[in-house]
């Protein structure tokens, strides 16, 4: 099939063309009904022994196990990673949650796979 290049719409030689429209990251969220996030909070004050509102990484490995995962030291220390921004060597609440969130969705995204 033979195009007639003189035929190319309305673009003037010098005209940009459009940009393509780029790929969507989405990003998937976990929300935790009210009595799993009082159960985190438990779990998360247990190892808060100081009650200073942040348990130490170390501990953080109880919490996940007790949630029937077994990440390696690699994984536990990128989940730790990816909360801790300071790097202090601890977890606030918030950086718990999160962390437990993530693992969750990967873990559905994994039997989501299979």
């Known amino acids: 099939m033979n195009a007639d290049l003189g035929d190319l719409g309305d673009i003037e030689p010098d005209q940009e063309a459009e940009p393509e429209e780029k790929e969507k990251t989405v990003c998937a969220r976990l929300v935790f009904t009210q009595e799993q996030e009082d159960d985190l909070r438990e779990a998360f004050n247990l190892l808060d022994y100081n009650g200073e509102g942040k348990i130490k990484a170390e501990d953080f490995r109880v919490a996940i196990k007790a949630l029937g995962y077994?990440?390696?030291?690699?994984?536990?220390?990128?989940?730790?990673?990816?909360?801790?921004?300071?790097?202090?060597?601890?977890?606030?609440?918030?950086?718990?949650?999160?962390?437990?969130?993530?693992?969750?969705?990967?873990?559905?995204?994994?039997?989501?796979?299979?």
């Open 70 to 114: 077994e990440p390696t030291n690699e994984e536990l220390q990128k989940m730790i990673s990816a909360v801790d921004k300071g790097q202090s060597g601890k977890l606030s609440f918030e950086n718990f949650e999160t962390a437990i969130m993530r693992k969750i969705i990967n873990r559905i995204h994994e039997d989501d796979q299979e």
